[in-house]
């Protein structure tokens, strides 16, 4: 079973409106982070937001904010206001956790095409 | 300024060659990771390094080898017995594993094997 999930490939909107990228995640630990990146068709992947499994707030940064619904197990981003430097690959990742100690990978979902129309 | 150096960018070879991705970072992280990235898809972990002369397999280290040498450098080798080995390959690092570190990476090698 996948353990990240974007059911979203691809997604349009328009310049200064707000526009939400779906992540649905699979973990059965109590202790995980999730993550979102940013990939430009450059190739480089630019780090966004992260959000704890205990954090109590909703985790923002800027223009970008998550919903994060523990019992849901999602973790949606919200970019407001976007602009066409937005258009880009969205990747959301998991890091679980173990007991206390350090785990070292990130699971990348599949990824959203996001385009911002003039 | 701090960050992740990958060469080269492009990288053609034949089949049956071995070929040696670098990947040079100065942000003083202890971690390094080599991540593949094939079209419409996520990325898939290849190797990670916590330290200095250790490394572990990630889920598709078939057909790969690494080094971890000096804590700067975590070269990637792709090596004849990779089937598939055409692909966007992005290394990165981190601080550590723990929490919220999130893992920085370079501008990425395209490899191209034919």
Redesign the interface.
């Known amino acids: 079973a996948q353990k990240?999930t974007q059911t979203q490939p691809g997604m349009f909107v328009q310049e200064k409106e707000a526009v939400t990228l779906d992540c649905t995640y699979d973990t059965s630990d109590q202790s995980y982070?999730l993550?979102w990146?940013k990939q430009p068709s450059?190739?480089?992947?630019?780090?966004l937001i992260?959000q704890?499994s205990y954090d109590e707030q909703n985790a923002t940064e800027g223009r970008y904010s998550l919903n994060f619904q523990k019992a849901r197990k999602s973790t949606n981003l919200v970019i407001s206001a976007s602009q066409l430097g937005d258009s880009a690959m969205y990747?959301c990742?998991m890091?679980e956790g173990q007991s206390g100690g350090?785990?070292?990978?990130?699971?990348?979902?599949?990824?959203t095409l996001l385009t911002v129309n003039p | 300024d701090g960050g992740i150096t990958q060469s080269p960018k492009y990288l053609f070879r034949k089949e049956g060659q071995n070929v040696t991705l670098s990947c040079e970072q100065n942000l003083n992280h202890d971690a390094m990771y080599w991540y593949r990235q094939d079209p419409g898809q996520g990325l898939r972990l290849i190797y990670y390094s916590q330290i200095v002369n250790d490394f572990q397999k990630g889920d598709i280290a078939e057909g790969y080898s690494v080094s971890r040498e000096k804590k700067e450098s975590f070269p990637l080798t792709v090596t004849s017995a990779q089937k598939n080995p055409t692909a966007f390959y992005l290394c990165a690092s981190s601080i550590g594993a723990r929490g919220h570190s999130p893992l920085h990476f370079g501008n990425g090698t395209r490899l191209t094997v034919t």
Request: proline residues 0%.
């Open positions: 990240i982070g993550f990146y450059s190739g480089e992947m630019i780090f992260y704890g990747f990742a890091r350090s785990n070292y990978k990130l699971t990348f979902g599949k990824g």
